[in-house]
């Protein structure tokens, strides 16, 4: 099945500074890639997502890129603010037919005022 | 627009035990998912409903199901409850099945 890698498990940025998280995955069948923002004592929060047949999309300071020949796609978030701070998630669908997400790691982002 | 509601928010059960969680979707949403989430697992996909029917299964032991309804509300069931289902069980509604998922913010189940 798939397999979703993800780094750092730990970013510490001053306000201000960019972030970048990235995750890679196995199946090459993947088609669709979500980002999920999760603060303390609540659920994941949809943040972004980007689907295969797209190279890059914005959302104001928050950007994700895919390189589907390397099996990577990245978060980018500029301009960082002490609000940011919380768990990231990447996640994929691998088989388009079982529709479920794979989750990575989680990235523990804290940004310094 | 509501987002997605899951009740209890927690719950302290007793080793043998079962537990019945409860999640009602975004309005017009009719795939509902549910999540395991743990700090030494992470997040893991338990099943998947959309029209009342189970349309994917994680890799859980039976002990582990789950129910639609037509108004798409999910249940989910743990029957003789383990201390290692101690965890934060997250329900998750799309209009798409998969895609664009919303979580809800999670029922804690403690097992002592």
């Known amino acids: 099945g798939e397999n979703v890698e993800q780094h750092p498990s730990t970013l510490s940025v001053q306000e201000g500074d960019s972030a970048v998280i990235k995750c890679t995955y196995s199946?090459?069948?993947?088609?669709?890639f979500p980002w999920y923002k999760q603060e303390l004592g609540k659920g994941p929060q949809l943040i972004i997502d980007?689907?295969?047949?797209?190279g890059e999309k914005k959302d104001q300071r928050i950007a994700v890129t895919l390189n589907k020949t390397a099996k990577h796609f990245s978060l980018h978030i500029t301009e960082t603010q002490p609000e940011d701070s919380a768990v990231y998630f990447c996640?994929?669908?691998?088989?388009?037919?079982?529709?479920?997400?794979?989750f990575g790691s989680g990235t523990r982002l804290q940004v310094q005022p | 627009k509501a987002g997605v509601t899951q009740t209890p928010r927690y719950l302290i059960k007793t080793r043998g035990q079962q537990v019945t969680l409860s999640c009602s979707p975004i309005?017009?949403?009719?795939?509902v998912s549910w999540y395991q989430q743990t700090p030494g697992q992470g997040l893991q996909f338990l099943f998947e409903?959309?029209?009342?029917?189970?349309?994917n299964k994680g890799n859980f032991p039976g002990r582990f199901s789950g129910r639609q309804f037509s108004n798409s509300r999910s249940e989910m069931n743990v029957s003789t409850l383990e201390l290692g289902d101690s965890a934060l069980y997250l329900c998750?509604?799309?209009?798409?099945?998969?895609?664009?998922?919303?979580f809800g913010p999670g029922t804690r189940l403690t097992v002592t």
């Open positions: 998750a509604s799309s209009r798409d099945r998969g895609y664009e998922q919303y």
């Open positions: 199946d090459s069948a993947s088609n669709y």
């Open positions: 980007i689907r295969s047949n797209v």
């Open positions: 996640a994929a669908i691998g088989d388009t037919g079982r529709r479920a997400l794979t």
């Open positions: 309005s017009g949403h009719r795939s």
């Open positions: 409903y959309f029209s009342e029917t189970q349309r």
